[in-house]
């Protein structure tokens, strides 16, 4: 292994000496691609000894000190954008909405475009709270790019934050359905572990020990299909980044088409016909859906609650399930 000071600053040992530069820094780092190195290497981000190393073909030596500096990515500025919404609920003060599958909530470096934040800023004509910046106006919380269902964005400043408080204290209702592998043993139960990066993926969360965030999830099974998979009702007490993809794989039960938490469990039994367990197995996306949001009015305090039904590729995979 290399000696590291930090994320950016390498010793070459005796075990790299002779590689090419952006095959080490790649293998080292490997969170970071070699044609992302490349271009750092171009962008003269790399230096060897304190002097740029320039090419991608530099042969490294014992002892050498790399240092690769990775510039801050440059902040996408959101653009209103005629992307038609799936509008549940709207009044002066804000607005729910049923987004799809493959919507991201928000831009982010390298895709400033067709965003779910574009859509409203063209439907709302700017009119979103600033709160969450430029980059994120109206936006309260978030669902994966690939899971369907209810959000609710702010239009104003009062709104944003009466929103934040209810979830700050748990008070929200979101209730998920999740389409998994295998079956929760116990069928219903409390999930609770706290979430953090993956110490071996910077990509994934997972349950850590130290330096996560608290995270509770409350399911039951709902329908089990042929004990072989399983349809799973999930609310929520907290809102941590990918926390029902990590809580049930905890239980054994991944995400039907979930391609980042993927594990080698799939329906592999050949009772199961071959065109049928192609389909599940290779689900073109996490089978995720936000089925119902309930939260106080931030202007009235009248409760309100919204339910939506489960979008057609969701449902085909349950009919398709129930034939195991």
Request: hydrophobic share 35%; net charge positive.
């Amino acid at each position: 292994m290399a000696d590291t000071d930090n994320f950016n600053t390498v010793m070459v040992n005796k075990k790299y000496n002779g590689w090419r530069i952006d095959k080490f820094l790649s293998v080292v780092f490997p969170d970071i691609s070699r044609s992302q190195v490349q271009r750092l290497l171009k962008e003269q981000c790399v230096t060897v000894d304190g002097e740029s190393a320039g090419d991608a073909s530099f042969k490294v030596k014992e002892g050498q000190i790399c240092v690769m500096t990775i510039p801050e990515p440059e902040e996408a500025v959101p653009e209103p954008e005629n992307i038609p919404l799936e509008i549940v609920y709207e009044d002066e003060d804000l607005i729910v909405v049923n987004k799809p599958a493959g919507m991201t909530v928000h831009p982010a470096p390298g895709s400033p475009r067709g965003t779910l934040v574009n859509a409203l800023l063209y439907h709302c004509q700017g009119n979103l709270s600033g709160i969450g910046g430029v980059k994120r106006p109206g936006i309260v919380h978030r669902i994966d790019k690939d899971t369907s269902g209810l959000l609710v964005a702010a239009k104003n400043d009062m709104a944003h934050k009466a929103l934040c408080a209810q979830f700050a204290e748990h008070s929200i209702e979101r209730t998920y359905f999740a389409a998994v592998f295998g079956v929760p043993n116990p069928l219903e139960g409390r999930i609770e572990g706290n979430i953090g990066r993956s110490p071996y993926d910077r990509k994934k969360m997972a349950l850590v020990r130290k330096n996560g965030k608290a995270a509770v999830t409350n399911y039951k099974t709902t329908e089990i299909f042929g004990g072989l998979a399983s349809l799973v009702k999930c609310n929520l007490e907290t809102g941590r980044t990918h926390q029902i993809r990590v809580h049930l794989s905890s239980l054994g039960c991944n995400l039907i088409g979930d391609q980042l938490y993927v594990k080698s469990k799939k329906i592999n039994e050949k009772r199961v016909a071959t065109e049928l367990r192609d389909y599940i197995n290779h689900f073109p996306r996490q089978a995720l859906h936000a089925k119902s949001l309930g939260f106080r009015h931030p202007r009235s305090g009248r409760q309100l609650q919204f339910d939506s039904v489960f979008p057609a590729d969701f449902e085909e995979l349950l009919q398709k399930l129930r034939c195991l």
